[in-house]
């Protein structure tokens, strides 16, 4: 089972109906979506803390997990708030650079600053959602918004093989790390790929062996998702 599974399993909201939580999952959304980055810091510190107590973390494994899509989010915020101009008199403050100047507008630095604060506020919501509502939920609440049958069979399979992947992964790793495969760069290059071909491999055969599995408890198909 992941970490986030097991947090899932054991949050304080288990017992609340993933309906509910569903749709105030999607009342925050909006909230972050639509309110000023004033009101989204509130609403990020707020959810922040209910989401450290109803799932029983620390605080410092929650910050690391926010940590981990910061510097994408980081990437996104320089990218928007930079201008390449022929003309420094827009420029809040620019370097002049091959002929060009480059620096940020009023207008750009606002945009960029909005856009982080929606994400990270979409981040924190999503995570709150995650961390309280458990896989068997998340197929409930699919099922009873009429998705179809098949598109929740693959999302519940590829949830499956994620598992497999991680196990396998896991399992290699540890092997190769036992025998010193990630000393030096050519070792851990030379593991990494032998790490790839056998995960491949081994997932085949993990692949087939749930087949027969399923073949013997005569699978026609269909997974029952009631």
């Known amino acids: 089972m992941l970490l986030i599974d097991k947090i899932a399993y054991e949050s304080r909201l288990k017992s609340v109906s ?3 939580k569903t749709i105030g999952y999607l009342f925050l959304l909006v909230y972050m979506f639509a309110s000023s980055p004033v009101f989204q810091g509130i609403g990020i510190i707020v959810l922040g803390a209910i989401t450290i107590y109803t ?3 620390s605080v410092v494994r929650y910050i690391k997990w926010l940590l981990v899509p910061l510097p994408f989010l980081l990437i996104s915020f320089i990218t928007i708030i930079l201008t390449i101009s022929t003309s420094q008199s827009e420029l809040i403050f620019s370097t002049h650079l091959f002929g060009r100047y480059i620096g940020t507008t009023s207008s750009s630095l606002l945009m960029g600053y909005q856009l982080f604060f929606r994400s990270l506020g979409c981040l924190v919501c999503t995570y709150f959602y995650a961390m309280s509502v458990p896989f068997n939920q998340i197929l409930y ?3 009873r918004c009429h998705l179809p049958s098949y ?3 693959i999302t519940m399979l590829m949830y499956r093989f994620i598992f497999i ?3 396998e992964m896991l399992l290699i790793h540890q092997s190769q790390s036992m025998r010193f495969g990630y000393q030096t760069i050519r070792t851990s290059y030379h593991s990494l790929g032998l790490l790839l071909r056998v995960l491949f491999i081994q997932s ?3 692949y087939n062996k749930m087949m027969i599995a399923l073949e013997m408890k005569f699978f026609n198909g269909d997974f029952p998702l009631n």
Do not use: F, G, T, Y
Request: glycine share 0%.
């Open 55 to 57: 799932s029983r973390i």
């Open 165 to 167: 992947l991680i196990d």
């Open 141 to 143: 609440v699919l099922n």
């Open 204 to 206: 085949m055969a993990r």
């Open 151 to 153: 598109l929740i069979e």
């Open 18 to 20: 993933p309906i509910l």
